[in-house]
């Protein structure tokens, strides 16, 4: 089973209660869907890691450029 996380850099109020839940119930993978400028955070990337989850990236509006980064941080 996997989540879709749509995080987004400014007053996201969603993605932690979400991130809670799928650590509690020991979801191993999320489709992390980035949506606009600064949607790759780094922080998030590492807590995900950390938990053992794996992350599918996929951006709204892809690049060459957020995809490279996204691979960097582990997607």
């Known amino acids: ?34 949506y606009g400028e600064g949607s790759i ?5 590492s807590e995900l890691k950390e938990a053992g989850i794996a992350i599918i990236y996929r951006d709204i509006n892809p690049t060459p450029e957020n995809t490279r980064l996204a691979e960097e941080m582990g997607g």
């Open 1 to 34: 089973m996997g989540v879709n996380l749509i995080p987004t850099a400014v007053n996201d109020v969603w993605t932690g209660p979400i991130l809670q839940v799928v650590k509690d119930e020991g979801v191993r993978v999320v489709v992390y869907t980035g």
């Open 41 to 45: 955070i780094p922080a998030l990337f």
